[in-house]
């Protein structure tokens, strides 16, 4: 079975561009959730979805951040304008309920110049 | 505020002998726990969990202890080998919500 499926892998970009990360979760996982891995922070929650209802996006840094999930297989994690202070890991993870745990994608680094 | 704290950023061990790594949560309506570990470039993965009603689980090398009046979890690796050598993640959930709580981590070194 395939894992969460996140890409691209590494997006270096300058600040000021639009930059859109992707994830597919694992199918038949109802619940996905975008994480950033900072060394101050460790894994921060952003935002989490179940059956594709944003459920909570507290965690979501400032409004250059945004996050859509249109339907099961498919999310994106848009930061716009992007700064350079948003360079680190972006994680997708998806779950079938919290006692199964989360399923991390590879992850996806971004750099910001 | 941090619901789940790794206090340790960094461990170096010998191999064979023993690796605690300690974990603390605030949040009492947390009732299931997990760790996952995390090698460079890679998602990190599941390694072990353990639900609040239990105060102990194990896993071959593997063992987690829970004090809830503590607040307190750690993991028992025994005997480190090298190829532990990695970030370890404490996390938390409660079924009151689908969320993960996470720690920031604490990086094993496992000497030869």
């Known amino acids: 079975d395939a894992g969460v499926i996140q890409s691209p892998r590494h997006e270096v970009t300058e600040m000021g561009q639009e930059v859109t990360l992707r994830c597919k979760p694992i199918?038949?996982?109802?619940?996905l959730f975008w994480y950033r891995q900072t060394m101050m922070r460790g894994l921060e929650l952003l935002i989490y979805?179940?059956?594709?209802?944003?459920?909570?996006d507290s965690g979501m840094p400032e409004d250059r951040f945004s996050a859509k999930m249109p339907n099961a297989s498919f999310s994106t994690l848009k930061i716009q304008p992007s700064e350079p202070r948003d360079s680190a890991v972006y994680f997708c993870?998806?779950?079938?309920?919290?006692?199964?745990?989360?399923?991390f994608g590879e992850g996806s680094r971004l750099t910001v110049l | 505020d941090q619901q789940v704290k790794q206090n340790s950023p960094s461990l170096s061990v010998q191999e064979g002998r023993i690796s605690i790594l300690n974990c603390d949560y605030t949040?009492?309506?947390?009732?299931?726990f997990l760790w996952y570990k995390k090698y460079p470039a890679e998602g990190p993965t599941f390694l072990i969990s353990?639900?609040?009603?239990?105060d102990k689980n194990e896993d071959g090398r593997f063992t987690v202890f829970l004090n809830k009046s503590a607040k307190h979890l750690s993991l028992h690796i025994v005997p480190s080998q090298p190829g532990d050598s990695a970030v370890y993640f404490c996390?938390?959930?409660?079924?009151?919500?689908?969320?993960?709580?996470f720690g920031t981590g604490t990086s094993l070194t496992v000497i030869p």
């Open positions: 993870a998806s779950s079938l309920s919290h006692r199964v745990g989360l399923f």
């Open positions: 199918s038949g996982h109802n619940s």
């Open positions: 979805f179940n059956n594709n209802v944003p459920i909570d």
């Open positions: 949040n009492s309506m947390f009732d299931y």
């Open positions: 353990i639900s609040s009603i239990k």
């Open positions: 996390a938390a959930s409660s079924n009151t919500g689908n969320q993960f709580y």
